[in-house]
């Protein structure tokens, strides 16, 4: 990036910029030559995914891998310690978008106290979804001491799965998703098949010991989607209560409404018994954070899971307690097209868990689309 980030505290409400189609590719010799740093980055983390996936499958059978807050022994509701301060980066959704988790990686990296929280989502609608998965492997490991990388679970890297580890069939319980395809081989790539077995059986056996909420301090509570709903609020007495499958869900799946109550959960029960793909709205926000006052103070929530205009939405309505839904990607967020990509790249920085304020990076347009025309993204075979 050649234009400095520039950081805001978030205003009470916000329009999102107009989405814009990057201006008319230049395609000089002397541009060319320059090369897109993403792109680079992209050849170099190609060329060292064997030594990352021989790494990461020794790390995950000793049980060693380095995101904090990962394994078997943590709970998936986490408490974060009074001792992690530091500077928080809180990264949504990237979908597969290389360039933005690259862009947004090299900014958390020039600053030295730095802990990210990745909200989750990293897999699916972009082109990259394998790369973005070694990139954030290579990150973690290399930021390993202290352990400085969340990796909260999304629904869309919860939906992958294998059918059967003899067959090792790659499929997902989220639609669309373009991540099982790939390691199928169904979509072309450099990749072998046997390696993109291993790679998915990576990716599956990662995730599934992924927590699903962190909770800071501070009061800042940060998931993919939202909270659990009402019908679990009785049984919350103990943080350990938080663990029951349908709260994951909850914290995994639910939506936020700009509505002061959802309650379309109470009209299809049945559903509700295998499901948490439900609405919450600022009062049902209000009354979770009520019925676990005894356990923990909740005074804001950041999240991710629902795409909205210019990467970031702070709704007003929400005024007891202020949510933050943020978007890593950049593609754009309805049609997923590179040709509408934003012209800023966001992310909440928080410190030591306070609320987080808004970092925009601005995309240089010499740079992205360098990237698009060496990755071809958008021209058809």
């Known amino acids: 990036?050649?234009?400095?980030?520039?950081?805001?505290?978030?205003?009470?409400?916000?329009?999102?910029?107009?989405?814009?189609?990057?201006?008319?590719m230049n395609t000089s010799s002397s541009d060319m030559s320059l090369g897109s740093p993403a792109l680079v980055e992209l050849n170099r983390i190609r060329a060292a995914m064997p030594g990352i996936l021989e790494r990461a499958t020794e790390q995950l059978n000793s049980g060693t891998l380095p995101f904090r807050y990962w394994g078997a022994t943590w709970n998936p509701v986490q408490k974060t310690g009074e001792d992690i301060k530091g500077k928080w980066f809180f990264i949504g959704d990237i979908h597969g978008d290389f360039f933005a988790l690259h862009t947004l990686l090299e900014e958390v990296s020039k600053h030295p106290d730095f802990f990210v929280c990745f909200l989750g989502d990293l897999v699916d609608r972009g082109?990259?979804?394998?790369?973005?998965?070694?990139?954030?492997?290579?990150?973690?490991?290399?930021?390993?001491?202290?352990?400085?990388?969340?990796?909260?679970?999304?629904?869309?890297d919860e939906g992958i799965a294998i059918n059967s580890r003899a067959e090792q069939k790659f499929f997902s319980s989220v639609a669309p998703?373009?991540?099982?395809?790939?390691?199928?081989g169904d979509i072309a790539s450099n990749f072998e098949d046997a390696e993109l077995t291993e790679w998915g059986c990576l990716f599956v056996d990662i995730c599934e010991r992924l927590p699903r909420a962190i909770l800071f301090p501070s009061g800042l509570l940060a998931t993919h989607g939202g909270i659990p709903l009402e019908d679990r609020w009785p049984y919350l007495k103990s943080l350990e209560a938080l663990n029951h499958k349908r709260c994951l869900g909850d914290f995994t799946w639910t939506r936020a409404s700009t509505m002061p109550c959802k309650t379309s959960w109470q009209d299809d029960t049945k559903r509700r018994l295998y499901s948490s793909d439900f609405e919450y709205g600022y009062k049902d926000l209000e009354g979770f954070c009520e019925a676990v006052k005894p356990l923990f103070s909740v005074k804001f929530l950041v999240r991710g899971h629902d795409h909205v205009e210019g990467g970031h939405?702070?709704?007003t309505n929400y005024k007891a307690i202020p949510l933050m839904t943020l978007n890593g990607f950049g593609f754009h967020y309805l049609s997923g097209s590179f040709k509408a990509y934003r012209k800023n790249l966001v992310m909440g920085v928080s410190k030591d868990?306070?609320?987080?304020?808004i970092m925009t990076l601005p995309v240089t347009s010499e740079s992205f689309e360098d990237f698009v025309r060496g990755e071809k993204i958008g021209v058809a075979p």
Do not use: Q, Y
């Open 177 to 184: 998703a373009e991540f099982p395809e790939f390691l199928n």
């Open 313 to 315: 939405e702070i709704p």
């Open 1 to 24: 990036m050649t234009t400095p980030p520039e950081m805001t505290t978030p205003p009470e409400m916000t329009t999102p910029p107009e989405m814009t189609a990057p201006p008319e």
């Open 127 to 156: 082109p990259h979804s394998l790369e973005c998965f070694a990139l954030l492997l290579e990150f973690t490991e290399k930021h390993r001491d202290p352990h400085r990388v969340v990796w909260i679970l999304g629904n869309h």
């Open 353 to 357: 868990g306070g609320f987080p304020d």
